[in-house]
């Protein structure tokens, strides 16, 4: 059986929701396409003076609530397909969260792995001049994605802020704290997925100490995530990366994990463990699994084979819509990843404002502010599902649909 390309994906849980919503037909639709798309092909001299061609792309899908905002990958496999999901996804993540941002995402097809420092530079720099076209402090905000880092989101604000004569610090988040970055944004998307964890169990009835965890995708996300559950009592039974994994069920300690990665490059012959690959990670009996990797990793294939009672989605789309069927038969409750990995969108907000008025917060009061934030979020949810009968991912698009198409209607059609 075929799986859902990752736009296939968004549109049906989109258009399952409004079926729950009342909207005019002329909002319905225009809220399932994207307000804009940008394509570029770019050249990029190599260090051995040669010059390659790179494919670089750039998706709003809505500006109704305000700015658009959504990181940029660098990835061998990224497309316009997968670009569109991910920037309706971020439309969905903002609104449920409550930002007044609309949803973007960028990319380029590339192996970051297979460039040196200085080509990854000079790809990032001329990536960055196409795309200012649409970036500003006040229209577009990238931050980092799959494959991006803090100084790769330096070098695009040092590139837009030399076409403006000065320093825009504002126009990219996920930044070095040197260069106005926010305490607290590397660790806000695990940190966020902790806080949702932690109120979803609470919902089913089961207390986070002593919690068995199984993480999927050992990047910045997912080891966050491990380590300040590990913090708070859970047992992390088993992690991997794209290599594979180990799996331990008395428990692994996610800091000599960790230790081991930056090492060895890889998870898969820690030797506090069993190696595993990731089919079996998601087969691992826990109570809560984390994707924190790819989309479209629980599929039709292999969601019958789940034995978690919680899934929190710390990757964007990891669950296809037949998995979620499958899923919710089974009594599995899934925390979807517009609410569980919105940790990162929130502090990238928080950096933001902080970079307009060129005053800075403290990590406590980030992460307290981040807290507040995400619990509000997850109990408006719970309730919107409690009301329509529904699970969490639907619940969670309702709410999101809702603000959005309402700023549709209080703005209007121009002209």
């Known amino acids: 059986m075929r799986e859902p390309t990752a736009y296939a994906m968004a549109l049906r849980q989109y258009d399952r929701a409004v079926q729950r919503l009342s909207l005019k037909r002329g909002i319905e639709e225009y809220l399932r396409v994207p307000r804009r798309e940008l394509a570029v092909n770019f050249p990029v001299r190599m260090d051995d003076g040669s010059v390659r061609i790179f494919a670089g792309y750039r998706v709003h899908h809505s500006t109704a609530r305000g700015p658009t905002k959504g990181g940029i990958r660098y990835h061998p496999a990224v497309t316009l397909d997968e670009l569109r999901a991910l920037a309706m996804w971020m439309t969905w993540k903002c609104a449920v969260v ?13 192996d970051p792995k297979r460039l040196s420092a200085r080509e990854l530079e000079n790809l990032t720099r001329r990536y960055a001049t196409e795309m200012a076209v649409l970036m500003s402090p006040e ?3 990238p931050a980092p994605d799959v494959n991006t880092t803090p100084q790769i989101m330096a070098w695009i604000m040092d590139t837009y802020s ?21 305490l607290g944004r590397l660790e806000a998307t695990g940190r966020g997925v902790v806080v949702t964890t932690r109120e979803a169990l609470v919902q089913v ?8 965890v199984a993480v999927q995708g050992f990047g910045n996300v997912g080891s966050v995530a491990a380590v300040l559950l590990h ?11 794209s290599s594979g994994g180990t ?3 008395h428990g692994l300690d996610p800091g000599a994990l960790l230790r081991h990665k930056r090492e060895s490059g890889r998870l898969v012959d820690y030797p506090g463990g ?8 998601l087969a691992t009996d826990c109570d809560v699994l984390i994707p924190a990797a790819l989309e479209r990793q629980i599929t039709a294939a292999n969601a019958e084979r789940v034995r978690a009672r919680l899934v929190v989605e ?20 899934v925390v979807p990843d517009i609410l569980a990995n919105a940790g990162g969108v929130v502090v990238s907000y928080f950096e933001w404002v902080q970079d307009l008025q060129a005053f800075f917060w403290s990590e406590p009061e980030i992460n307290e502010r981040l807290e507040r934030l995400l619990v509000q979020a997850y109990r408006e949810v719970a309730a919107t599902a409690g009301e329509h009968g529904t699970n969490l991912r639907t619940a969670a698009l309702i709410r999101a649909i809702q603000r959005v198409a309402e700023a549709v209607m209080i703005l209007g059609i121009f002209p």
């Open 162 to 182: 030399m076409q403006r004569g000065h320093p825009v610090p504002a126009v990219v988040t996920g930044k070095p704290v040197a260069v106005g970055g926010s």
């Open 247 to 249: 799996l331990n069920p």
């Open 274 to 281: 069993e190696p595993i690959d990731n089919a079996a990670l």
């Open 139 to 141: 229209g577009d905000i």
């Open 205 to 212: 009835g089961r207390p986070l100490e002593g919690a068995r």
């Open 314 to 333: 710390g990757a964007n789309g990891p669950t296809t819509p037949e998995a979620d069927q499958i899923l919710e038969a089974a009594g599995v409750v």
């Open 231 to 241: 913090a708070a009592g859970a047992r992390i039974v088993a992690a991997s990366d």
């Open 98 to 110: 409550n930002l007044p941002y609309g949803g973007a995402k960028g990319g380029v097809a590339c």
